[in-house]
């Protein structure tokens, strides 16, 4: 088996033109109904560039094997959720923490169950290439853009934030994958997890706020 590091995973090079970002999406599209059909083993480029109705060539100006295939579909995916996270946290500085977690929660889990069957095809092919890199940016952009929101917060001050903002982070990441990998995802339909997320949440915050002082 060849070492995950020394596959090539960068896309040979970036669609320009409307028919190519065409061609793209459709290749990206293909990719999760394959590996939902098929499971990331059985994955090939052949069944990838059949199932787009592109010719292998074509898939090969773009991506030179399935690794790179999934490596491009993370980094899209990552990107995508840290700017949701990043514009909800913005929009929402200087309100109540309450509701900051409320935003948080809502839209983390929001792209999560957009397309669920992304979300579960990513999770399903996590095994085949190292992402490890694209998920700590995600994660650290996330946790920047959080933490910079709950300072903003009139109505709670934290001793360490940072240790509080990662800690909050790391349940909010962990609860949503082993929901996804537990084949539960069914639990956010009914918004009933993200309301239990966002008390256990806010009851972590409350608990972890310095109390205010009397003046």
Not at 15 to 44: D, F, N
Not at 179 to 192: A, C, H, M, T
Request: some cysteine.
């Amino acid at each position: 088996m060849i070492p995950k590091q020394t596959l090539a995973v960068n896309a040979r090079k970036t669609p320009q033109q409307a028919r190519s970002t065409s061609t793209v999406e459709a290749i990206y599209e293909a990719t999760i109904q394959v590996l939902l059909a098929e499971g990331p083993s059985r994955l090939t480029t052949t069944l990838v560039a059949e199932r787009a109705g592109v010719s292998v060539g074509s898939l090969y100006q773009y991506f030179p094997n399935k690794q790179a295939l999934f490596y491009a579909l993370n980094q899209r995916y990552l990107n995508m959720l840290a700017e949701r996270v990043e514009a909800a946290c913005l929009t929402h500085h200087g309100k109540p923490y309450a509701q900051m977690v409320d935003a948080l929660v809502s839209t983390y889990t929001k792209v999560k169950i957009e397309r669920r069957d992304v979300t579960s095809a990513l999770y399903r092919a996590a095994a085949e290439v190292n992402v490890a890199e694209l998920v700590e940016s995600m994660s650290r952009r996330v946790e920047a853009a959080s933490e910079a929101m709950f300072a903003s917060a009139p109505d709670a001050k934290f001793q360490d934030l940072t240790r509080v903002n990662l800690t909050l982070s790391n349940v909010l990441r962990g609860t949503v994958r082993t929901v996804f990998e537990r084949d539960q995802s069914e639990l956010f339909i009914d918004g009933s997890l993200q309301s239990q997320l966002t008390l256990m949440i806010c009851a972590y915050l409350n608990a972890a706020k310095v109390p205010l002082t009397a003046t």
